[in-house]
């Protein structure tokens, strides 16, 4: 076997294994991309960026559409040791303003028909710009740098996450960071070349990275689905079918979603052979529900993971004792090998119990452009000091059962998971601070049972306004899955002793009151 050192060396061995398998698979057209068209195709891909002066330490910003040139293109990143970032195209252009701010990008791609925020972009200072549809297969091909200098510790990919200043954190994972986890998801769930791998999650979310580097980084298929074929249950559903996938994974709010839609019956499915879920709790009567289904014939997963730490760190094969307790939240397993961990108490008397840092080869390299908030979160092992020995403060509370297996706890800030999404509530905060007529704001999540829950914010305005009129603002500088379900109108906040917005009294009232879009002053 190759020495592989970095992750373009890992698809090449792949790719010229597995040429006339297929990489990607499109069940709306049929399409298939096999892995020696894929491959050339990133070649392809790797000479455009050098044309155009990009290569080993730049960063690529990307709105990626799930086409055979997008997912070219990433992998022309790694071959050129080239960073790579992904950008929402639905997301507000201030946000958008404030990633590529952190990012710096050398240059933007673009592989949707219609370019997302192209005037912003252009008057923002952002002219350097690809349009993958406008590009023709080189007219020659010159001699790629070699793979071998592109060390694992080159950067691969900033994954941007809700950030609690307002700012986003861009996350930096290295190329021996996702080979690390590679290894760990093949072994874990067993994966091999007669796979096929859903990719419902959007690229620009976290979860988008077991489905690419599981997939085409073992020879087995893609089945790349766009939002607007996510958003139609029995089409998703129809194409998962048709395509035959044997792995699935997503949030547990769009398994939720076919359940509830009454989208998915047990005759679905019929090739599943793993269905993954991770980013947020599941609900456990939803999933008892999904386990009736189809736990007789295929494997449920509940899998957990900061950004930071490369996707995924644990997985636990749901069972009959799970549903015990159906108060509960599922455990979420051991760690894998790649992991080790310390629990940071915050209770003396309870050492089993406290904030999880997180250690191993899937830890990343901290947060881009961002030293600040790099110290804070990746830390030196409070039990020692012998040796460098980095760990990611995860904000998550855990409790450490006898058998070693991880219960979340809750966090330790004000950060929540909401449709899988990490959100850190004061991120929306700062959006709507930003609102000239808003003189103060809280935003609070409120648990609405079953797992389930939603964004409300509080606010106290200087001139009468409705809070629809605020949800119509905040929505223009906010993704949508962070704009709150429900604006409330106060004279003023409640305060604390300190003076402090008391969040305790929001959270009561809030369920004093529980319907939504019903601010009143």
């Known amino acids: 076997m190759a020495f592989i050192s970095n992750l373009w060396i890992a698809f090449e061995e792949i790719a010229t294994t597995h040429k006339d398998r297929p990489a990607l698979l499109y069940p709306a057209t049929g399409q298939r991309v096999n892995y020696s068209d894929l491959h050339q195709l990133a070649h392809q891909s790797a000479n455009s960026l050098l044309e155009r002066g990009v290569g080993n330490g730049s960063v690529v910003a990307m709105f990626h559409d799930k086409s055979p040139a997008a997912f070219a293109m990433m992998l022309a990143c790694l071959r050129l040791g080239v960073t790579y970032t992904m950008l929402d195209p639905d997301s507000p252009w201030p946000r958008l303003q404030k990633i590529l701010s952190s990012s710096c990008p050398n240059l933007i791609v673009n592989a949707f028909e219609l370019m997302p925020h192209r005037e912003s972009l252009v008057t923002g200072g952002h002219a350097h710009i690809l349009n993958l549809r406008e590009v023709e297969p080189s007219r020659f091909s010159r001699a790629l740098p070699e793979a071998s200098k592109i060390s694992g510790a080159t950067p691969a990919y900033i994954m941007f996450t809700s950030g609690s200043t307002g700012n986003p954190k861009g996350a930096v994972m290295s190329h021996a960071n996702v080979l690390w986890f590679i290894q760990w998801s093949h072994h874990r769930f067993k994966i091999t070349p007669d796979d096929v791998l859903t990719n419902a999650n959007p690229i620009y979310f976290d979860n988008s990275v077991f489905d690419f580097y599981s997939a085409i980084f073992s020879g087995a298929t893609l089945v790349p689905l766009t939002a607007e074929q996510v958003r139609d249950p029995r089409q998703l559903v129809r194409y998962v079918n048709e395509a035959k996938c044997s792995i699935w994974f997503s949030v547990p709010s769009l398994l939720v979603y076919l359940l509830t839609t009454r989208a998915l019956a047990a005759k679905d499915f019929p090739s599943i052979r793993k269905i993954i879920f991770g980013g947020e709790g599941f609900p456990k009567v939803k999933l008892k529900q999904l386990y009736d289904l189809f736990g007789h014939r295929a494997e449920l997963e509940n899998v957990y993971g900061p950004t930071e730490c490369t996707c995924i760190c644990s997985a636990h094969t749901i069972g009959p004792a799970d549903f015990d307790d159906m108060q509960s939240l599922a455990t979420l397993g051991a760690l894998s090998q790649n992991f080790d961990h310390e629990i940071l108490p915050q209770d003396a008397t309870d050492p089993s119990f406290g904030e999880l840092l997180l250690r191993g080869p899937q830890v990343g390299l901290g947060y881009y452009n961002d ?96 809070p629809t009129t605020v949800i119509e603002q905040v929505a223009k ?22 003076g402090k917005i008391d969040r305790m009294a929001l959270v009561a009232l809030a369920n004093q009151h529980p319907s939504t879009i019903t601010g009143s002053r």
């Open 371 to 466: 030293p600040g908030r790099t110290q804070t979160a990746f830390i030196q092992n409070p039990t020692h000091n012998r040796f460098s020995d980095i760990g990611y403060r995860t904000g998550d509370l855990i409790k450490v059962d006898t058998n070693g297996n991880l219960h979340f706890k809750g966090r330790v800030d004000y950060q929540i998971k909401h449709m899988g999404y990490r959100i850190e509530l004061e991120e929306i905060e700062a959006a709507l601070a930003t609102i000239t007529y808003i003189k103060e704001c809280a935003v609070i999540y409120q648990k609405l049972g079953d797992g389930m829950g939603q964004i409300l914010a509080y606010v106290a305005t200087s001139e009468q306004t409705q």
């Open 477 to 498: 500088l906010l993704p949508a899955y962070m704009v709150p379900r429900d604006i409330r109108l106060l004279e003023a906040l409640p305060k604390n002793a300190n």
